[in-house]
Each structure stands twice: as structure tokens, then as C-alpha cells.
């Protein structure tokens, strides 16, 4: 009612900023260094903790992606459990990624009894213990996580293998409680990923193994493993759990299904890097020091553009740590929140009108002799390297745009991409004025035109890269150029993949844009082996005339100008570049045969994993629609409606009063009518919604996604106008929900 949303108010008002002790040592406060790991069961660790043969097998085993034998096992796991148990933990559990987007534990206690025969009678007493065989492998219930059909009911098996590239750690709870967490990877029975760690590991094989490839035909003997890296700026929004408890829309979806937009909100830029609120603050401080204890790296944090939207960013690490670590970081941020009587809101766009949040996942390629492949240096031999790899992975961009297009799919991000805020549907590279001009030269087989890197037409210089060829003079590394449109843009040293939605694992995109370069690189290696003929190596001419094929032939994917714009779209549509925007659609791309021969000959994926992938995205596609169009009539019948009803009642009787004082009560019957037309319109909406609620419902799994985008969405829209227009015309005392207003200042 509309006293609750009052007295929520006034609690968010009288708020105070939660006091939190930050950790001293002697008299000083920690210096971050000192709290980074500090609840890792690290390689210094478990080398300071295991005898030295045990820790010697352990890294050879990890490095050889080789199952633990017994012995190694348990040396490692009583270990892990003395180490555990001296800072506070009672109980282990293995922590894996459904593909639900979030994680998922069971805890079990070290608690384990023993019995003995004492003086003839037994007696049970307790131990503390932990197996080998419990940190290798645990069996959860696995019937209730989503599966797509791969395990059928009388197979419900499935189990969690401990991922030992991603070391164990300390996670605290309430009331001083402790828990070992091993990362760990989810399959069935059969060996089947069940999760989105397995793939994002195969993958990761996939690409170095391709890039070794590469490598080896230029010449290079040393390098035995690319790796893959990942930092995934997060933006979300914080608003007060007061308020946030009244919106019922909130709560069950993550978004507001209702609310019309404020009067003031970004158009003034007052937010943007702004000061961070001080309850804000301590908020992220306090998840930034429990993220930083379990080895997250947080390194930034900032207002974003939105009111009461922020970002943390990570330093990047390997890209399966950085997708554990940002899974992390979200269900820290969620939880620390709380303390601070905050909400944490990670949906694409929990407002409308408002900017919404996304997970820009900056991605690079790193040999395991430190070289970031996408880093152009100042040596001719590297730059061609850069240049090869350059062209490669927009051949892969080319080839699977829609394949990435797919990955970021869902009911929730589908608000946000194309709504001239984040990059639209359309999948297209950003190169930079530079680099475009260094493949249009090598294309047009003339020399580079002359450029230096400007600002406002200021020159600010730059690093200059020598090809070495006649031909070719200097490259600049140019960091100024920013488009923000683009949904994949190469910015200076990594791409970034900003249309990857704030809510998800980042793990599949990334999955999916390994496979893709994984192949290009096979496709490059191959090219120029032929090109090199029968020659020890490929002559620089030979190597030109590589990246020359793969630009050509990829050139249709760069796009430099403003992805916001209506021509990008007409001259997408005429480049042929896919622009699906229905999520169903999206969704078929994982099944067409260029991109499920992608993932499957390169064993990233089975077919049947594939397959149940789809199913799994398109059935919690209609899902959350059902879900969010039942919670809108929900919203309308329980307190919209009754709301307009009230106000209603009172304008009518003191018209009958005015009547009887011989007023004519003009005003009051004008907004009565207006009034009544607006009740009569959303119900008729509102009821109209049921029906495709109804009908939706009714449909088989296959159609029902394609149904809830179109009917569901429509209708949806339709009932929100007319409930938004009743909320600026009943008087404020009635709403008994928090307003735009409310929940973002
Ligand atoms: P910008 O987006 O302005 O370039 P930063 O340089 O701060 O901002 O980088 C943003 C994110 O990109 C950070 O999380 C950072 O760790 C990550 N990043 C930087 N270099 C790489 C790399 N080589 N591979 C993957 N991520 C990277
Ligand atoms: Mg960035």
C-alpha cells in the first residue's frame, strides 16, 4: 500500500552508510598485495604445504591436463583440509557452473565418524577428513539443473570434477562460517559438458593448439601454449532494498515491468565518473577486500552513466579464471550488498529509459612466453605476427557473426542491444582509422598514407611500426580512436566484445569466438604453407599476400562509422551481414550447419551438447517472458488497478459532494473520464495479456520461444503504456509502488 512505499522512503532516507573495519596489521592498514590471496589455496601454498615429490606430480599432471592419480589426490587434499581447517573452514564444496548463468554448491562438513572397539563394546568417535576422492569428484543430484535433454530421466547422474588449472579457496559466511570451494567442471555420465566451464576448457586447448600452428609456420620453435585472456568490466546498479522490496516486477524479473521515466536522468552527464556515493563505496570496498582475500583482482571502479549504475574491473587473467572470477565477483557484490540494506541489480536494463548494463569482455591471445599476440610492437617480424593473427580472427568474425550473435541471446539483454545504447544486432569488427588503413594499403598493394593518431586535431603521436617492406612505412599504435558503437573493437592491444549482456557467464561468447579463431588460425596456417610452396619458410611476400586474402575476404565485417544509425543497418542488410534481432533467431544460428560443424570438428562440442544448448536457451528465453508477463498482470490486478479504483472512488464521492453544495465539480469529472477511460483501456490490455499468457503457455517447447517474443513482448508493451499513463494521472498517495524517481535517486 501506498504507507508501506511512504515508510520505505523514509528508511532510505535515514540510511546511514555502513562502518566497516578495514584490516590493519600493526598499526597500518593492509596494503592490497597483503589481502590478495590470502584465502587461496595457491601454487606458493600448496608448495610451502606438500612434500616436494607430491606437489612435483601435482604441476606435472595440472600442465598435462592429466587426472590426479590417487596418491597425489589425497597428499594434496589433506593438505587443502589442514590448510582449510587452520583458517576457519568446516566444510568443502565443489563449485560449478549449470548453465543457469550463475553457480552452484553443496556443502558437506569435514565431519566423519569413525567407530572402535573400546573394552570389548564399539564406540564412534569424530574426525576431520577429506579425501582424494572428494576433492577429485562429487556426484550432485544433477536432475534439477537445466540439461536440454542429454541425460534422459532414468540417467540423472551427472558429476563435478575439480578443475585444477583454477586453484581452491576460502569463502566466509555468516558468523564466522567457512567453506573450501573447489572449482570444478560439471559433465554427465557419459562425459557430456553440462556446463559452461567444460566447453570454455576445451576450447581453450582448441585455440592454443591453432595458434602453436601459426606460430611454428613463422619461424617460431619455442612457444609451447596460447593462452587465452579475459577482463570483464561489469556494470550493474544499486539501488535501495527498501524500496526495491515494494516492486514485486523487481524482485521476480530484475527489471521494472512498469514506471514511466524520470524527468531527469543522464541527459545531464552528472554521473559518469562522478563521485562514487559514499554507501555505494563501502559496499564495493567491501566486496573489492572479500573478492581480493579469494584472488579476484579488482582493480577500477567507477559511477557509469545511469544514476545508480557503477563498474568494477578486473585485472584480466586466463580467460576460465577470469569467468570463475567474474561469476565471483557478481555473487560477492550480491551478497555484500545486502549488509549495506543495498541491491544489487545485474539485468541488462532494469529501467526503462534509462542506460542499461553490459559486461564488455576484453579478450587477447597470450603465448606462454608472455607475448600478447594482439600487441603491435616495434619488430617487423612480430607486427606480421600481429597482423596474421589480426586478420585471422576477423576472418572468424566474419564467418560466425551469427554464431556470436547467439551467445549473447537472452529475453533480458534483448533490451538493451540496438537500443542506441549498446551495440545493436549486428555483428561488425571496429578497427580503428590506423589499422583500417594498414589492411586497405596491404589490400591495394600501395603504401600506408601518412597518418598520425589525433585528438580534437591535435596530434598526439604514437608508437611507430616499421613492416620492413619497401612499401610499407611505420605503423602508428593509435590508442585515441574510441567507437563506442561497435559490438567487437580492437582497442589498442585486445579486442573488445561489448555486447555480451551484464547478467550472463561470459563464457560462452568466449567459447564460441575461440572455436571461430581457432579454425581462421588453421585456415591462415594453411594458407601460407601453400603460399611458402616448397621453400624453408614463407618470405615476406608470401606472408603479405596472406594477410591480404584473409582482408579481402573478411573485409565486409569492419565497420568504422556510427553502429547506432539507420544507414548501418541498410548498408549491413546490403554488405549481407546478418541482422538477427528476434533472440528465436539468433538461437537457430547455433544449429546451422556452418556453425555446428565449427564447434563439433573442432571438438569443442558435440553435436547432442549443442543441441541441448539450444534447448536450454530458447526454453528459458519463454520462460522468462511467461514469468515477466505473469508477474506485469500480477502487478496491474493486485495494485495498479485497485490503486486508479480508490482515487476513482474519492474523486467520484467528492463530485457528489460538491453536487449537494451546489458546486459543479468541472475539474474532478474531467479526470474522472479520463480516469475511467484509462482503467478501461488497461484492463482491456491487461486482459488481452492473459489470454497470450494462456495461449503461450499451451504450446509445445519448440513454438512457445518464437510466440512469447513476438505476442508476449507486444502485449507487455501495450499494458505498461497504459499503466504508465495511469501513474502520472492518480494522485501520488495512491501508488503503492516506488517511482522511477524513488528507486534511482
Ligand atoms: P579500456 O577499455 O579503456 O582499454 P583498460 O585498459 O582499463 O580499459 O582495460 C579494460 C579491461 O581490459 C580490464 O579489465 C583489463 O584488465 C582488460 N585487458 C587489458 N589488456 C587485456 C588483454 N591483453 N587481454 C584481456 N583483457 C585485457
Ligand atoms: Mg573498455
Known sequence: SQSARLSALQENVDRSTRHIDWPTVGDRHQYPSEIFNADVFDRRTMASTLPKPIYQAFTKQMQGHNKLDRSTADAVAHAAKVWAMNKGATHFTHWFQPQTGTTAEKHDSFLTLKSQIVDGQEETYAIDHFSGGQLLQAEPDASSFPNGGIRSTFEARGYTVWDTLSPMF?????????????PSVFISYNGEALDEKTILLRSNEVVSRAAVGLLRVLGDTETQRVSTTLGCEQEFFLIDRAVYNLRPDLKITGRTLIGVPPPKHQQLEDHYFGQIPSRVLACIAEAEYELARIGVPVKTRHNEVAPNQFEVAPIFEGSSIAVDHNLATMEVLHQVAHRHKLKVLFHEKPFKGVNGSGKHANWSLQTDGGDNLLDPTSSPQTNY????????????????????????ASASNEHRLGANEAPPAIVSAFLGSQLSEV???????????????????????GTTLDLKISSMPPIARDLTDRNR?????????????????????????????????????????????????????????????????????????????????????????KRGLPNLKACTDAFKRLLEPHNSNLLTSLGVLSQSELSSRYHIMVEKYAKDLVIEA????????????????????????????????????????????????????????????????????????????????????????????????????????????????????
Open 170 to 182: 576460502i569463502r566466509r559466511g555468516p558468523h564466522g562460517t567457512a567453506t573450501l570451494y573447489i
Open 385 to 408: 605476427r600481429f597482423l596474421l593473427v589480426l586478420v585471422a580472427i576477423l576472418d572468424a568474425v566474419y564467418k560466425h557473426g551469427d554464431l556470436l550473435r547467439a551467445t549473447i
Open 439 to 461: 589492411l586497405n594499403a596491404i589490400e591495394e598493394n600501395r603504401p600506408v598514407a601518412e597518418h598520425t593518431p589525433t585528438v580534437q586535431g591535435v596530434s598526439v603521436g
Open 485 to 573: 558503437t561497435s559490438p567487437f573493437a580492437f582497442t589498442g592491444n585486445k579486442f573488445e566484445f561489448r555486447a555480451v549482456g551484464s547478467k550472463q557467464s561470459p563464457s560462452f561468447p568466449i567459447v564460441v569466438l575461440n572455436a571461430a579463431v581457432a579454425q581462421s588460425f588453421i585456415e591462415v596456417t594453411a594458407a601460407l604453407k601453400a603460399a611458402q610452396a616448397d621453400k624453408e619458410a614463407p618470405s615476406e611476400e608470401d606472408i603479405l599476400s596472406v594477410i591480404r586474402l584473409f582482408a579481402i575476404s573478411s573485409k565486409k565485417i569492419r565497420f568504422e562509422g556510427n553502429g547506432y544509425s539507420d544507414e548501418w543497418i541498410v548498408e549491413a542488410e
Open 630 to 745: 505473469n508477474t506485469l498482470s500480477a502487478l496491474i490486478n493486485n495494485g495498479v488497478l485497485p490503486a486508479a479504483f480508490s482515487y476513482r472512488k474519492d474523486l467520484a464521492d467528492s463530485i457528489n459532494s460538491q453536487a449537494t453544495a451546489g458546486v459543479e465539480a468541472t475539474p474532478e469529472k474531467k479526470l474522472l473520464v479520463a480516469l475511467t477511460n484509462g482503467c478501461m483501456a488497461l484492463t482491456e490490455a491487461s486482459e488481452k495479456l492473459d489470454a497470450f499468457i494462456e495461449k503461450v503457455e499451451g504450446l509445445h517447447e519448440e513454438e512457445q520461444g518464437e510466440a512469447a517474443g513476438t505476442l508476449l513482448t507486444a502485449a507487455m508493451e501495450e499494458v505498461r503504456s497504459h499503466a504508465d499513463a495511469l501513474e502520472k494521472k492518480v494522485a501520488d498517495k495512491y501508488w503503492p509502488f516506488p517511482k522511477y524517481t524513488e528507486l534511482l535517486f
